[in-house]
Protein backbone atom coordinates (compact mmCIF):
# COMPACT_ATOMS: atom_id res chain seq x y z
CA UNK A 1 0.00 0.00 0.00
CA UNK A 2 0.90 3.38 -0.87
CA UNK A 3 1.83 5.06 2.16
CA UNK A 4 1.94 9.31 1.82
CA UNK A 5 2.72 11.79 4.81
CA UNK A 6 0.72 14.89 4.68
CA UNK A 7 -0.12 18.52 6.18
CA UNK A 8 -2.95 20.11 6.86
CA UNK A 9 -3.98 21.83 3.62
CA UNK A 10 -1.96 19.45 1.60
CA UNK A 11 -3.62 17.61 -1.03
CA UNK A 12 -3.54 13.81 -2.90
CA UNK A 13 -3.86 14.02 -6.27
CA UNK A 14 -5.61 10.75 -7.68
CA UNK A 15 -6.07 10.10 -11.40
CA UNK A 16 -7.77 13.39 -13.03
CA UNK A 17 -10.23 13.91 -11.39
CA UNK A 18 -10.21 12.92 -8.10
CA UNK A 19 -8.55 15.50 -5.17
CA UNK A 20 -7.80 14.41 -1.42
CA UNK A 21 -7.32 17.31 1.21
CA UNK A 22 -6.56 17.16 4.31
CA UNK A 23 -8.52 19.79 5.94
CA UNK A 24 -8.12 18.84 9.88
CA UNK A 25 -6.30 17.06 12.70
CA UNK A 26 -7.84 16.69 16.13
CA UNK A 27 -6.44 13.88 18.16
CA UNK A 28 -6.94 10.77 16.49
CA UNK A 29 -9.45 12.37 14.20
CA UNK A 30 -8.65 13.49 10.91
CA UNK A 31 -11.21 15.28 8.56
CA UNK A 32 -10.38 14.80 4.61
CA UNK A 33 -12.22 16.63 2.23
CA UNK A 34 -12.88 15.08 -1.08
CA UNK A 35 -13.04 16.35 -4.41
CA UNK A 36 -14.66 13.68 -6.92
CA UNK A 37 -17.23 13.70 -9.81
CA UNK A 38 -20.58 12.92 -9.16
CA UNK A 39 -20.24 9.49 -10.49
CA UNK A 40 -17.54 8.37 -8.18
CA UNK A 41 -19.43 6.48 -4.87
CA UNK A 42 -18.33 7.68 -1.88
CA UNK A 43 -18.66 5.52 1.57
CA UNK A 44 -17.18 5.75 5.19
CA UNK A 45 -15.50 1.88 4.99
CA UNK A 46 -16.98 0.06 7.65
CA UNK A 47 -20.67 0.86 5.61
CA UNK A 48 -19.36 -2.18 3.37
CA UNK A 49 -18.65 -4.33 6.41
CA UNK A 50 -21.60 -3.90 8.08
CA UNK A 51 -24.10 -4.35 4.64
CA UNK A 52 -21.60 -7.63 4.76
CA UNK A 53 -22.27 -8.68 7.94
CA UNK A 54 -26.41 -7.75 7.63
CA UNK A 55 -26.52 -10.11 4.38
CA UNK A 56 -24.56 -12.84 5.93
CA UNK A 57 -26.86 -12.87 9.13
CA UNK A 58 -29.90 -12.78 6.95
CA UNK A 59 -28.67 -15.85 4.95
CA UNK A 60 -27.53 -17.72 8.22
CA UNK A 61 -31.15 -18.13 10.08
CA UNK A 62 -32.23 -21.98 9.21
CA UNK A 63 -33.48 -22.29 5.49
CA UNK A 64 -36.03 -24.76 6.65
CA UNK A 65 -37.64 -22.07 9.06
CA UNK A 66 -38.26 -19.88 5.97
CA UNK A 67 -41.69 -21.38 5.90
CA UNK A 68 -45.24 -20.27 4.76
CA UNK A 69 -46.44 -20.60 8.30
CA UNK A 70 -44.08 -18.27 9.41
CA UNK A 71 -43.53 -15.91 7.18
CA UNK A 72 -47.53 -15.72 7.43
CA UNK A 73 -46.68 -14.38 10.93
CA UNK A 74 -44.30 -11.35 9.81
CA UNK A 75 -46.81 -11.18 6.86
CA UNK A 76 -49.18 -9.73 9.88
CA UNK A 77 -46.73 -7.95 11.89
CA UNK A 78 -46.07 -5.91 7.99
CA UNK A 79 -49.09 -5.45 7.77
CA UNK A 80 -49.28 -3.87 11.67
CA UNK A 81 -46.73 -1.85 10.89
CA UNK A 82 -47.97 -0.31 7.57
CA UNK A 83 -51.36 0.64 9.36
CA UNK A 84 -49.78 2.13 12.15
CA UNK A 85 -47.05 4.24 9.89
CA UNK A 86 -49.96 5.20 7.49
CA UNK A 87 -52.06 6.82 10.92
CA UNK A 88 -49.14 8.83 11.78
CA UNK A 89 -49.41 10.24 7.85
CA UNK A 90 -52.65 10.60 7.87
CA UNK A 91 -52.75 8.63 4.97
CA UNK A 92 -54.94 5.27 3.86
CA UNK A 93 -52.77 2.34 3.59
CA UNK A 94 -51.48 1.40 0.52
CA UNK A 95 -53.80 -2.03 -0.25
CA UNK A 96 -51.42 -4.88 0.94
CA UNK A 97 -51.10 -6.53 -2.79
CA UNK A 98 -52.44 -10.30 -1.98
CA UNK A 99 -55.77 -8.46 -0.79
CA UNK A 100 -56.54 -6.35 -3.44
CA UNK A 101 -56.41 -9.38 -5.99
CA UNK A 102 -58.92 -10.63 -3.97
CA UNK B 1 -31.09 10.34 -8.65
CA UNK B 2 -34.21 10.26 -6.41
CA UNK B 3 -36.57 6.87 -5.66
CA UNK B 4 -39.46 6.83 -3.80
CA UNK B 5 -40.93 3.56 -2.47
CA UNK B 6 -44.11 3.50 -4.21
CA UNK B 7 -46.41 0.49 -4.80
CA UNK B 8 -46.24 -0.57 -8.36
CA UNK B 9 -49.18 -2.74 -8.89
CA UNK B 10 -49.58 -6.33 -8.08
CA UNK B 11 -49.32 -7.32 -12.21
CA UNK B 12 -45.69 -5.87 -12.29
CA UNK B 13 -44.25 -6.99 -9.11
CA UNK B 14 -42.61 -9.64 -11.36
CA UNK B 15 -43.38 -9.18 -15.52
CA UNK B 16 -43.88 -12.53 -15.98
CA UNK B 17 -45.23 -15.27 -13.29
CA UNK B 18 -43.33 -18.21 -14.72
CA UNK B 19 -39.84 -16.71 -14.86
CA UNK B 20 -38.76 -15.23 -11.71
CA UNK B 21 -34.96 -14.93 -12.32
CA UNK B 22 -32.54 -12.19 -12.30
CA UNK B 23 -29.60 -11.48 -12.63
CA UNK B 24 -27.12 -9.41 -10.07
CA UNK B 25 -23.87 -8.81 -12.19
CA UNK B 26 -22.13 -7.75 -8.80
CA UNK B 27 -23.58 -10.17 -6.02
CA UNK B 28 -24.57 -9.18 -3.03
CA UNK B 29 -22.52 -6.72 -0.87
CA UNK B 30 -19.49 -8.95 0.55
CA UNK B 31 -20.83 -12.02 -0.94
CA UNK B 32 -19.63 -11.16 -4.81
CA UNK B 33 -20.77 -14.82 -5.87
CA UNK B 34 -24.16 -14.83 -6.03
CA UNK B 35 -25.62 -13.51 -8.91
CA UNK B 36 -28.09 -15.63 -10.63
CA UNK B 37 -31.61 -15.38 -8.35
CA UNK B 38 -34.82 -16.73 -8.59
CA UNK B 39 -37.42 -14.98 -6.53
CA UNK B 40 -40.14 -16.54 -4.68
CA UNK B 41 -43.26 -14.93 -4.06
CA UNK B 42 -46.01 -16.46 -2.34
CA UNK B 43 -49.33 -13.98 -1.71
CA UNK B 44 -49.22 -15.53 1.43
CA UNK B 45 -45.72 -14.23 3.04
CA UNK B 46 -46.01 -11.02 1.04
CA UNK B 47 -44.76 -8.38 1.16
CA UNK B 48 -42.29 -10.61 2.62
CA UNK B 49 -40.35 -12.37 -0.09
CA UNK B 50 -37.31 -14.54 -0.60
CA UNK B 51 -34.76 -14.22 -2.59
CA UNK B 52 -33.13 -17.84 -4.19
CA UNK B 53 -29.88 -18.38 -5.12
CA UNK B 54 -29.79 -20.85 -8.08
CA UNK B 55 -26.28 -21.16 -8.66
CA UNK B 56 -23.18 -22.99 -6.64
CA UNK B 57 -24.40 -23.42 -3.18
CA UNK B 58 -28.59 -23.01 -2.24
CA UNK B 59 -28.93 -19.73 -0.10
CA UNK B 60 -32.02 -18.29 0.60
CA UNK B 61 -32.67 -14.71 1.59
CA UNK B 62 -35.49 -13.44 3.07
CA UNK B 63 -36.68 -9.44 2.09
CA UNK B 64 -39.38 -7.33 1.47
CA UNK B 65 -40.61 -4.71 -0.13
CA UNK B 66 -40.58 -1.46 2.07
CA UNK B 67 -43.62 0.09 0.57
CA UNK B 68 -45.66 1.79 3.45
CA UNK B 69 -43.51 0.11 6.27
CA UNK B 70 -41.16 2.87 6.35
CA UNK B 71 -41.71 6.89 6.56
CA UNK B 72 -40.17 8.87 4.27
CA UNK B 73 -38.13 6.21 2.80
CA UNK B 74 -36.22 8.09 -0.05
CA UNK B 75 -33.59 6.18 -2.51
CA UNK B 76 -30.69 8.40 -3.26
CA UNK B 77 -29.01 6.40 -6.17
CA UNK B 78 -25.47 7.26 -7.57
CA UNK B 79 -25.32 7.99 -11.26
CA UNK B 80 -22.99 4.93 -11.68
CA UNK B 81 -25.85 2.88 -10.20
CA UNK B 82 -28.37 3.75 -11.93
CA UNK B 83 -26.75 3.56 -15.08
CA UNK B 84 -25.63 0.02 -13.95
CA UNK B 85 -29.39 -0.55 -13.68
CA UNK B 86 -30.83 1.21 -16.51
CA UNK B 87 -32.85 3.18 -14.97
CA UNK B 88 -32.80 6.42 -16.47
CA UNK B 89 -35.07 6.32 -18.98
CA UNK B 90 -37.04 3.07 -17.76
CA UNK B 91 -40.54 2.91 -18.56
CA UNK B 92 -41.41 1.20 -15.45
CA UNK B 93 -40.43 1.73 -11.43
CA UNK B 94 -38.18 -0.66 -10.23
CA UNK B 95 -38.72 -3.42 -8.04
CA UNK B 96 -37.20 -2.01 -4.34
CA UNK B 97 -36.52 -5.06 -1.87
CA UNK B 98 -34.57 -4.78 2.08
CA UNK B 99 -32.89 -7.69 3.13
CA UNK B 100 -34.59 -8.85 5.99
CA UNK B 101 -32.62 -10.40 8.74
CA UNK B 102 -34.73 -12.91 10.82
CA UNK B 103 -33.34 -13.52 13.97
CA UNK B 104 -36.82 -14.92 14.60
CA UNK B 105 -40.43 -15.04 13.83
CA UNK B 106 -41.22 -12.41 16.16
CA UNK B 107 -41.70 -9.22 14.58
CA UNK B 108 -39.48 -7.26 16.98
CA UNK B 109 -36.67 -9.34 16.22
CA UNK B 110 -37.38 -8.63 12.38
CA UNK B 111 -34.75 -6.00 11.29
CA UNK B 112 -34.06 -4.40 7.32
CA UNK B 113 -31.17 -3.13 5.86
CA UNK B 114 -32.34 0.33 4.28
CA UNK B 115 -28.85 1.60 3.90
CA UNK B 116 -28.46 -0.89 0.88
CA UNK B 117 -31.06 -2.43 -0.79
CA UNK B 118 -31.72 -4.27 -3.73
CA UNK B 119 -32.95 -3.08 -6.63
CA UNK B 120 -34.30 -4.96 -9.46
CA UNK B 121 -35.15 -3.46 -13.23
CA UNK B 122 -37.96 -5.28 -14.06
CA UNK B 123 -37.61 -4.66 -17.58
CA UNK B 124 -33.84 -5.77 -18.06
CA UNK B 125 -34.16 -7.99 -14.48
CA UNK B 126 -30.74 -6.79 -13.99
CA UNK B 127 -30.24 -6.22 -9.82
CA UNK B 128 -27.78 -4.83 -7.68
CA UNK B 129 -27.58 -4.21 -3.89
CA UNK B 130 -26.90 -0.57 -3.93
CA UNK B 131 -25.69 1.39 -0.83
CA UNK B 132 -27.82 4.94 -0.97
CA UNK B 133 -25.71 8.13 -1.39
CA UNK B 134 -27.98 9.49 1.18
CA UNK B 135 -26.99 6.12 3.62
CA UNK B 136 -26.19 7.63 6.67
CA UNK B 137 -30.00 8.55 6.84
CA UNK B 138 -30.80 4.73 7.40
CA UNK B 139 -30.02 1.98 9.29
CA UNK B 140 -28.86 -1.40 8.13
CA UNK B 141 -30.80 -3.20 10.68
CA UNK B 142 -34.29 -1.13 11.06
CA UNK B 143 -36.39 -2.89 13.16
CA UNK B 144 -39.73 -3.56 11.95
CA UNK B 145 -41.82 -2.98 14.57
CA UNK B 146 -40.51 -0.82 17.29
CA UNK B 147 -41.58 -2.24 20.86
CA UNK B 148 -41.36 1.46 22.36
CA UNK B 149 -43.93 2.75 19.83
Redesign the interface.
Known sequence: MLTLSRKIGETIQIGDNIVLIVKRVDGDVVRIGIDAP????I?RGE?????????????S?P?T??T?Q??????L??T???S???Q??GTT??????T??K | MLLEAEIAGREEFIPDQTNNKFFMPSGLVGLPDFKKFELIVDPESLPFVILRCIEGDEIQIPAIEPVGLVQDYILDISDEDSEALGLKGSSSAPLILNVATIKSFEPQKVTLNLAAPIIINRQTRVGKQVILVNYLKYSTSHVLIDETE
Open positions: KTVPYIYEEIKAQNLQAINQSLKNLGKLRAAAARAIAKDPPPSPAEE
